[in-house]
């Protein structure tokens, strides 16, 4: 068993950030960089220790609950984080794999995790006030991790992700799948153009955009669950919902309209859905670049910046960040 402070120092940071030079069409017309969190650590990769980080201080918790399905990065990360600080971890996986566990559960097993397999009908609930108050009744001592690790406190993380940055940027580009990793990037940006000027006008004024590649079918839902941890101010409707709405019911800010928003062409059929053509890029990529991405995050992403790049969909001269959230349950 580890102490916190020894624990943290098996971690990379801050990640690091890379110039990316891809052989793209139109990647010769901006400059590209990634931001390396798949590098802080072979097992707690990504967005993971950002999304934690802020829920595991001292007083460190005297146990953690948390949920997931059977290929979770999250859950993998958080049974590794746990079994090395010597913090009880229940892990409450959707779907029974008790006959054939995955690789992910396999190693929690390892790691001495409490698994408790639950029908959908019953993991639907994770969110419900009367199910967590049951499941806290049960557990009082317990600290209750959201699914993905996305509540407020993940927030903090990302924003400690965004201080690392010590680059002038113009677009960062992330995958979305729970919503928390993008919405402190939003946060973080926000926070970052209120100190920025308009150049000639002394105004303030956004001059940076967050990009989210959905990877998952969810036009509506994703903006939603990025929307619950943002203030009035940030709050926006899809591309899709502006294009079409003809009389929206709720007015677009100027901030909000340009500082972020999702775009649903690259989840490729759904969550974890991986066509041949998608695989096979992600297996070219890896043969050819400095870092390893997967079908189920990371590959969406790179495969969507290297669409928007053949459409020109970002302005020549742009400084583009590519944040690589980790995670590679999705290919074991």
């Known amino acids: 068993m580890l102490s916190l402070n020894a624990f943290k120092t098996s971690l990379n940071l801050p990640s690091p950030l890379i110039s990316f030079s891809p052989d793209w069409e139109g990647a010769e017309n901006v400059s590209l960089y990634v931001k390396r969190d798949d590098a802080i650590h072979p097992i707690i990769s990504g967005n993971k220790w950002r999304k934690l980080s802020h829920s595991l201080t001292h007083p460190l918790p005297k146990t953690i609950i948390s949920f997931g399905g059977g290929f979770s990065n999250h859950l993998h990360a958080l049974g590794f984080i746990c079994f090395k600080l010597g913090i009880p971890f229940t892990a409450i996986i959707r779907g029974n794999y008790s006959a054939n566990p995955s690789p992910m559960i396999e190693d929690l097993i390892q790691w001495e995790t409490t698994i408790e397999y639950v029908d959908r009908k019953t993991y639907q609930r994770r969110n419900e006030y009367e199910y967590l108050n049951k499941l806290q009744t049960k557990c009082p001592d317990a600290l209750i991790i959201p699914e993905g690790g996305s509540q407020a406190r993940a927030l903090a993380g990302l924003q400690d992700m965004m201080d690392e940055i010590d680059l002038e940027f113009d677009v960062m580009v992330a995958p979305v799948a729970s919503g928390a990793t993008l919405a402190g ?103 050819t670049m400095p870092f390893e991405i997967e079908p189920v995050y990371s590959g969406k992403a790179f495969w969507a910046v290297k669409d928007m790049l053949a459409k020109g969909k970002f302005k020549n001269g742009s400084r583009i960040v590519i944040l690589h959230t980790g995670g590679l349950q999705g290919a074991r």
């Open 185 to 287: 990037i939003i946060a973080a940006l926000d926070k970052l153009d209120k100190h920025t000027p308009k150049a000639g006008q002394g105004m303030l004024t956004p001059v940076r955009e967050a990009i989210g590649i959905g990877v998952l079918k969810g036009e509506g839902y994703l903006e939603e669950l990025v929307e619950q941890f943002l203030p009035d101010s940030l709050k926006t409707e899809s591309v899709g919902e502006i294009e079409t709405k003809q009389n929206a019911s709720k007015t677009l800010t100027q901030t909000a309209r340009q500082i972020w928003h999702i775009d649903h062409n690259y989840h490729w059929g759904g969550y974890a859905k991986a066509p041949s053509e998608l695989v096979a890029f992600c297996d070219d990529f890896n043969k």
